[in-house]
């Protein structure tokens, strides 16, 4: 027998969910069907006491007790469904009592359903002459029920049982399908695990497994080439993420070195006391910086050439760079002949010996030679200005400072050192 189409079996299962459509369906109708019952059932009892209600009054306001009694009896007489029916006057004395059952049942099935109560109120006055009770059988509502609940069930029954042989078909369909996803999802290239076979089947899920095996025959032959291209990739990415990382450290290098002396530049300097400043601030320790600066350098170039002039700014560096010892303390070219050391942890004393030492580091080199051209000594005037950080501060008032020192070194006469303790 040929295999039904996917087509074919999902429009088998569409007839199906229809079915469950029209059960839901079925049973929202059932749903309003008691809805308006009930709400016809309320008009109904709503619309009889309304009518006997003024009759009553005006009965109890001429004071025709056994008028109310005939006219009650009557009512109690047109309709069949009344059960109970009482009227108390206002001072709770009894003037008509019906009960068709018992009192106590009364009370246990009663609801705003089978229910009412009205105030007789004397509409001119507004006197309240007592209050009238109604109680209906609810036989007629107790009967729709159980015949609308048997109606459900039975359509649920139905819909249930064609749901369960829809499900059973759909497994039954889909379990070939499973196998062969199962398959796909595990299935890797390298181990070459597909285990399926052509199959016989001419309807889609057949020709979708043959399409599957034959793309899986063409990704293992070609596994092995993409294998051997993405080991070549791998080992060239490697190679070349190498190279980048070299480049990028020399452009770090670069961005932060000055080119002709190999100290830090400004920009770097700017960076590095911001960190100091704030690590000085927590740990309440003093901060020196020190701006130094060669005397008479355009004398040098004017005499000398600028190449001998780039020869003492290096030398000067070295001996600046030499003289300090410790990791923590800084130092930068900070423009032209103008160098600036900041010092962690020191005090303006401490920093103070530190120029002296590099101005007697310096004297002992006694100038400086390029091609058999020797200088005259070069010399340096310090400005140092030393803190302890606050709030109330900040490092650009530390480094004017230094700078106001050193203008005051050079106005003394060059080769001094100034200090200024904030």
């Given at each position: 027998m040929r295999s039904l189409s996917i087509e074919i079996k999902m429009i088998?299962?569409?007839?199906f969910f229809t079915l469950l459509i029209v059960g839901l369906e079925r049973y929202q109708l059932s749903g309003n069907i008691i809805e308006q019952f009930v709400e016809s059932k309320k008009s109904k009892n709503k619309l009889l006491i309304d009518t006997i209600s003024p009759i009553i009054a005006l009965n109890l306001s001429l004071g025709l007790d056994d008028a109310n009694k005939e006219y009650l009896d009557q009512i109690v007489k047109q309709n069949s469904d009344l059960i109970s029916c009482e009227l108390i006057d206002a001072e709770g004395?009894?003037?008509?009592?019906?009960?068709?059952?018992?009192?106590?049942?009364?009370?246990?099935?009663?609801s705003n359903i089978h229910f009412c109560s009205r105030s007789i109120i004397d509409p001119i006055t507004g006197e309240k002459f007592g209050i009238v009770t109604l109680h209906f059988d609810d036989h007629e509502y107790q009967l729709m029920l159980d015949k609308n609940k048997e109606t459900t069930l039975?359509?649920?029954?139905?819909?249930?049982?064609?749901?369960?042989?829809?499900?059973?078909?759909?497994?039954?369909?889909?379990?070939?399908?499973?196998?062969?996803?199962?398959?796909?999802l595990v299935y890797d290239p390298k181990l070459n695990n597909f285990t399926l076979t052509r199959t016989d089947r001419s309807d889609e899920v057949g020709i979708i497994h043959n399409a599957i095996?034959?793309?899986?025959?063409?990704?293992?032959?070609?596994?092995?080439?993409?294998?051997?291209?993405?080991?070549?990739?791998?080992?060239?990415?490697?190679?070349?993420?190498?190279?980048?990382?070299?480049?990028?450290?020399?452009l770090k290098e670069l961005s932060i070195t000055d080119p002709l002396t190999q100290l830090f530049n400004r920009r770097h300097f700017e960076n590095h006391?911001?960190?100091?400043?704030?690590?000085?601030?927590?740990?309440?320790?003093?901060?020196?910086?020190?701006?130094?600066?060669?005397?008479?350098?355009?004398?040098?170039?004017?005499?000398?050439?600028?190449?001998v002039g780039d020869i003492v700014l290096k030398e000067v560096a070295q001996i600046l760079k030499n003289a300090l010892k410790r990791s923590a303390d800084f130092i930068a070219r900070y423009g032209g002949e103008e160098f600036i050391l900041v010092l962690y942890d020191t005090k303006l004393s401490a920093a103070e010996e530190l120029c002296i030492t590099i101005q007697n580091n310096l004297k002992s080199v006694n100038g400086f030679e390029y091609n058999g051209v020797r200088t005259k000594p070069i010399s340096l005037s310090f400005g140092i200005s030393s803190i302890i950080p606050d709030e109330k501060n900040k490092y650009?008032?530390?480094?004017?400072?230094?700078?106001?020192?050193?203008?005051?070194?050079?106005?003394?006469?060059r080769d001094r050192i100034v200090t200024i303790q904030v």
């Open positions: 088998i299962g569409v007839v004395r009894k003037i008509y009592t019906y009960f068709k059952t018992s009192k106590k049942e009364l009370q246990k099935e009663r039975k359509i649920f029954g139905i819909t249930l049982v064609i749901l369960m042989i829809f499900i059973f078909l759909i497994k039954r369909e889909f379990k070939f399908l499973k196998e062969l996803s199962e398959n796909v095996i034959s793309m899986v025959s063409k990704i293992n032959s070609h596994a092995k080439l993409l294998d051997d291209i993405n080991q070549s990739l791998e080992q060239k990415i490697s190679e070349r993420t190498k190279e980048l990382e070299e480049v990028n450290k020399q006391l911001q960190d100091i400043w704030n690590l000085a601030m927590r740990k309440q320790v003093d901060i020196s910086i020190v701006m130094c600066d060669i005397d008479n350098f355009k004398y040098v170039n004017d005499t000398y050439g600028h190449l650009e008032n530390l480094i004017k400072l230094a700078d106001s020192a050193l203008y005051q070194a050079k106005e003394n006469g």
